[in-house]
């Protein structure tokens, strides 16, 4: 096909349905002397899940238009971002990632050996690379490395100097991997334009950028590997599809934030040129459409009721789907899933009494942190600070725990008298923790006991450590992802805190951080 194609026309199949393109005059001129040299990049951290089909979707897009892609399983940049992959998982994640994606591709009838696969540990080890990251790391200023990282790279309040290698790692890439252009998400914006800045700098040439929308995802957010809501696995059964689908953000002529519709525009389109909305005769039956903005017109207009949608892309997800999980069902893909990601509540090690717990080799897990509902027993003013109570706390040991907390502001000494609260009971003694969310304590159900365990859903058995490691910032690292959600429920990555009578709840706060 690429053969057949000027181009002109092989630009715009490059660049069709794009949101961005920096570089447009420098892509024009490489179609007219050659083919365009490409790169997609994904960092080995969680499990790919259905809106990689976007990204699949253009790389069929390149290789028709004659492109020379090379897919990057930046493994290193997996271990930058926030230890997002345990070094001792990299291999495994990197292999898990090659089989996942080719057979994606493979779903969608892309010829793999058009393809050019690079792990990114095979180059960025070496001397040269080193030293032009240490050539980089003496031009460009913290100020820029994490601005150009901070829709990408995992924010935190004290960020580890990984993280902001990680932009710069990227933009070398562009070179070591010979390419003319690097294509990703449209997040990735200010580390494309970081690139264009810097690598001149050190001799090398300006890339041009191709940039994808970002997919909504079930939920009406960004789609993302950490909230399991959010998403669809690659391995989800069709019972599974069929429920996360059901309860996908769809409301009746809302096209904005519409992740099904979305995936229609992104994904079903490109790969098959039309879709069919399928319905009862009585409704109308079924109705093929051959141009996208149709189907977004007659949705908005409530024409298509979002109960078809899901349904009709219910149909054309699994048919995607099929290939991937019947290859997945091989006892040795099996095997490598389940060393790749292993089940967190069977990772953890026994901790050795009055050390911290499980070893450095665990993984950042909720359960590593002992929280227990707790019932104020006195509550009094700090002898030496009128803005802070001393407050004792019974967690159902021996003897109360003593902390200090700042809500003098907010609550009256008698409203925190005798009240059910949350404690991180297993900091060091004199940074005993009570779970507060900005200025309002978190609520256990009712009927709440001192001492009741609280756990982070689907990790109820996993055994806290004994004591966190103040130098390995356990809980620095978990609190990051601890929030509150819409309906006033405590949540870790969209995973509900509970106990065995419920759900952790505040009263009134919607959408804050808890700390």
Known sequence: MADQLSPDEKFDLITRNLQEVLGEEKLKQVLQERELKVYWGTATTGKPHVAYFVPMSKIADFLKA????????????????????PWELLELRVKYYEQVIKAMLESIGVPLEKLKFVKGTDYQLSREYTLDVYRLSSMVTEHDAKKAGAEVVKQVEHPLLSGLLYPGLQALDEEYLKVDAQFGGVDQRKIFTLAEKYLPSLGYAKRAHLMNPMVPGLTGAKMSSSEEESKIDLLDSREDVKKKLKKAFCEPGNIQNNGVLSFVKYVLFPLHGDFCIKRDPKWGGDKIYTVFEDVEKDFAEEMIHPGDLKASVEVALNQLLEPIRKKFALPELRKLTNLAYPDPSKTRKGGKAGGGGGGE???????????????????????????????????????????????????????????????????????????????????????????????????????????LNPKKKVWEKLQVDLKISDECVAQWKDKQLMTKLGQITCKTLKGGNIS
């Open 66 to 85: 004659g492109c020379e892609v090379t897919i990057l399983f930046a493994d290193l940049h997996a271990y930058l971002d926030n230890m997002k992959a």
């Open 361 to 467: 080799d665990d993984e950042l897990v909720p359960s590593r942190l002992d929280i227990r509902v707790g019932k104020i027993i006195s509550v009094e003013k700090h002898p030496d600070a009128d803005s802070l109570y001393l407050e004792k706390i019974d967690v159902g040991e021996a003897e109360p725990r003593t902390v200090v907390s700042g809500l003098v502001a907010y609550i009256s000494q008698e409203d925190l008298q005798d009240r059910m609260v949350l404690m991180l009971c297993n900091l060091k003694p004199q940074k005993m923790l009570s779970f507060v969310l900005r200025v309002e304590p978190l609520d256990p159900p009712e009927g709440s006991s001192a001492g009741d365990r609280v756990f982070v859903e689907g990790y109820e058995s996993g055994k806290p450590d004994d004591r």
